[in-house]
């Protein structure tokens, strides 16, 4: 029998101004609790959502993502709690934005590709320059539209990185190795991205001939949906220690954000993986609450298999972002007649927020003593934020912190965070990944006409060029939460911390 909105809210507990608990028994098999966070403007979308789905009975869309983040805490092998980060909403297995570490020792511990999304290392890049404002106003129309030129957006966009067969075999197993070795990547740049911009355990032999075949015409390609390039200036600066370890000295100054991930290839490796999985689940008899959390042991062949598959994807992402960090160093350097060099246009650093990788953790969260243990954290719409002095982070930031990247949808503000030791223990260092939808593509389609959101761009005076126009209503601001919301409530619940924030000049868009 279908419960009622209130039986339902009788699982939630409030913990905090910014902190809910979800007790065992929401759903049935919980192996541990949930937690979620948000504000007082972030929690009214998540309990009218879930009283939404009360009063339908479930017919019909995606699950609620508070019942999505207790099915998660039905698998087998998680450990401490699963977690949805204020950016949660709905989406396919896992709700985007939401994290969960397993258990490597644990025999029955699981790897899901729910967990991890369908744009395996869908992330962000920030790359800083000498630049400010007041260079870019006289050409900013210009310079946009040569970014635009260079770097190819759109749905099946081709790039313009010459490779073949045996390139991409390479760009698989290297990763920013390959783009080093072939020039289209500085030596730094590798110090200021998760994973030094490789995961060693990539195989390019458990990538399938159909997701290679996607992915070889697509490399230095933005792809569409909720990824951009943008040019951005800083607008306020939290934490001046910070930021100044990250090269950022005054408000006005010029960046570029780059958000995109592995593009059709890591599509197609999730989507294969999904099928051998589901034989995996019946031949182990594994039970989950959504069929959509499809998975295998981690010890598995399945589950082997996959993550060999995925961190070549991982890989692919990071020479994809790589790819167009060089073609965006170029356009800056013609535009302004010096070399790129010259305009200091280094990597600030590289997050990924769709992955699942092997993390040492101490916690009192992941075992009874407090011993360190191995995890395979599944971070899905959320991002790495590790503390001050964690041995994983560049020298630059021991100091300071991870630095975290926050994008914005079309027009917004976008945030750097750094990770903070509370994150750390609480959300396995992990935070928010950006805004978090609040309508569906479709919905966003019916209420809002395209001409208006260019228009109200053009007010603000930002420069924008997307290649299809009739699908900016899918990523205008209306269609997300507010990021700033988002950002406040990881700020206040000390999971991460605000060090600066951009507002964006120009937009390149799919």
């Not at 006289?138 to 260079?150: G, K, M, N, V």
């Not at 951009?228 to 910070?242: C, F, G, L, P, R």
Request: aromatic share 8%; proline share 4%; with cysteine.
């Amino acid at each position: 029998m279908a419960r009622t909105y209130e039986d339902e809210c009788s699982y939630l507990e409030r913990l905090s101004s910014c902190s809910y608990r979800i007790k065992k028994g929401f759903v049935s098999n919980m192996r541990v609790e949930g937690v979620f966070f948000a504000n007082s403007h972030l929690q009214k979308l998540m309990f009218d959502e879930l009283h939404h789905y009360a009063s339908t009975k479930g017919v019909g869309g995606f699950l609620p993502a508070v019942q999505q983040i207790a099915n998660v805490a039905a698998l087998p092998g998680i450990v401490g709690r699963s977690i949805g980060l204020p950016d949660v909403h709905s989406g396919y297995g896992f709700a985007i934005g939401n994290m969960a570490a397993f258990d490597i020792s644990d025999p029955e511990s699981i790897v899901s590709p729910g967990g991890v999304g369908f744009d395996i290392n869908c992330g962000v890049r920030l790359v800083r320059t000498n630049l400010f404002e007041k260079d870019i106003k006289p050409i900013q129309e210009q310079i946009t539209q040569s970014l635009f030129d260079h770097i190819p957006v759109g749905v099946g966009s081709k790039g313009m990185i010459p490779l073949n067969a045996k390139d991409l075999e390479e760009a698989l197993e290297m990763g920013m190795d390959w783009s080093l070795r072939e020039g289209y990547a500085w030596a730094e740049d590798k110090e200021h991205c998760e994973e030094y911009g490789r995961m060693l355990q990539a195989d390019p032999t458990k990538v399938s001939m159909r997701s290679k075949k996607r992915g070889l015409p697509q490399l230095g390609t933005l792809g569409s949906g909720n990824h951009y390039a943008e040019i951005q200036v800083v607008d306020e600066i939290y934490n001046e220690m910070a930021a100044a370890k990250m090269g950022i000295e005054e408000k006005g100054q010029v960046c570029i954000m780059i958000h995109s991930g592995s593009r059709g290839l890591g599509h197609q490796v999730a989507t294969d993986a999904l099928v051998e999985m589901e034989k995996a689940m019946t031949r182990d008899k594994i039970h989950v609450n959504d069929r959509q959390l499809a998975c295998a042991r981690i010890s598995s062949k399945e589950g082997q298999d996959y993550l060999k598959a995925m961190a070549a994807a991982a890989n692919y992402a990071w020479v994809n972002r790589s790819s167009m960090t060089f073609l965006t160093r170029q356009t800056f350097a013609k535009a302004f007649s010096t070399t790129p060099d010259d305009l200091d246009m280094h990597v600030i650093y590289d997050v990924s927020h769709n992955i699942a990788k092997m993390e040492e953790h101490i916690s009192s969260s992941t075992c009874r003593y407090g011993k360190q243990k191995t995890l395979l954290v599944h971070r899905k719409g959320s991002t790495r934020a590790f503390p001050p002095h964690h041995p994983l982070i560049p020298v630059d930031y021991q100091l300071t912190g991870q630095p975290v990247l926050i994008g914005g949808t079309m027009g917004t503000c976008s945030y750097v965070l750094t990770g903070t030791d509370q994150g750390f223990q609480e959300t396995f260092g992990s935070t928010c990944h950006g805004a978090g939808r609040a309508l569906s593509r479709a919905k966003s389609r019916r209420n809002l006409g395209y001409e208006d959101v260019l228009a109200a761009l053009a007010d603000q005076g930002i420069s924008i060029r997307v290649a299809s126009p009739k699908l900016v209503m899918e990523e205008a601001p209306e269609s997300y939460k507010n990021v700033t919301d988002v950002v406040d409530t990881c700020h206040e619940a000390g999971i991460s911390k605000k060090t600066f924030k951009l507002r964006p000049i120009a937009v390149i868009k799919g």
